[in-house]
C-alpha cells in the first residue's frame, strides 16, 4: 500500500475517533498555549490528523488521493521510500509554523485540518503538470490557472478575516510545495517555465 492510501487511512481513522472523543480532539488540535507553554511540540503534527468535520476530512483527502500519489512516486524516485512521508509531515509543521509565530500566546487560537500539507501536495503537482485539468465545483481549470486563483483568494481572504479557515496555512503550504520540489531537483522549474512558454 502506497504512503498516499496509509496517511489517508490514518488521518480518516482519528478524524472519525476525534469526533467521537470531544478530549481527544482537543488534545490533537493546534492550540498554541500548549505549544508555547506546555512544550506539545507533537501539536505541529497532530493538528493535520483532526478535522472539523466529515466535508473538511472528504475534501482534504480527495485532494490527497488524486495529487498525492503521483507526487509520492516522483519524491520517493528522488529521496528514498519515505521521502513522501517526510515531506507531507514537514509541510504540516512548515505550514503552522507562521500561525503560532503570530498567535503564540494568543489562547483562542487553534487550528486544525491537513489542508497545508494537501496544499503543498497539490502545489508540488502543479509545478510538474501546470497544464492539467483540475475539477473545480464540476468545472475543468488548467492546474497553472487554479494555482493563480488559489493564491489569489488565500490572500484576500487572511487580509480579510472573516471565515474560521487558516489561510496562511494554505499559503505556507503552497510555497513550502513548490520550493521543497525544486529544491530536491532544480531541473522541475525549467521544465515548468518551458511549460507555461517562459523557459
Not at 17 to 23: E, V
Not at 64 to 82: A, K, M, S, T, V
Request: aromatic share 16%; charged share 10%; proline share 4%.
Amino acid at each position: 500500500m502506497s504512503s498516499t492510501l496509509i496517511l489517508i487511512a490514518i488521518t480518516a481513522l482519528v478524524s472519525w475517533s476525534a469526533w467521537q472523543q470531544p478530549r481527544l480532539l482537543e488534545r490533537l488540535l493546534f492550540w498554541s498555549p500548549a505549544v508555547t507553554r506546555g512544550r506539545e511540540v507533537e501539536r505541529f503534527v497532530t493538528y493535520g490528523l483532526v478535522h472539523g468535520d466529515f466535508q473538511h476530512l472528504l475534501f482534504n483527502m480527495i485532494t490527497l488521493y488524486f495529487f498525492g500519489r503521483l507526487i509520492e512516486q516522483f519524491i520517493n524516485q528522488q529521496i528514498g521510500d519515505l521521502g513522501f512521508v517526510f515531506f507531507y509531515v514537514s509541510a504540516l509543521i512548515v505550514s503552522i509554523f507562521p500561525s503560532w509565530m503570530k498567535h503564540r500566546d494568543d489562547p483562542t487560537y487553534r487550528s486544525l485540518g491537513a489542508s497545508g500539507a494537501v496544499t503543498a501536495v497539490l502545489f508540488a503537482f502543479i509545478l510538474l503538470q501546470p497544464w492539467s485539468m483540475i475539477i473545480v465545483f464540476v468545472l475543468p481549470v488548467p492546474a497553472i490557472l487554479y494555482a493563480v486563483f488559489y493564491v489569489g483568494y488565500s490572500l484576500y481572504m487572511q487580509r480579510m478575516g472573516q471565515d474560521n479557515i487558516n489561510h496562511s496555512a494554505h499559503l505556507w503550504g503552497a510555497v513550502y510545495g513548490v520550493t521543497f520540489i525544486v529544491a530536491m531537483q532544480p531541473r522541475v522549474l525549467s521544465h515548468f517555465l518551458s511549460q507555461l512558454g517562459l523557459g
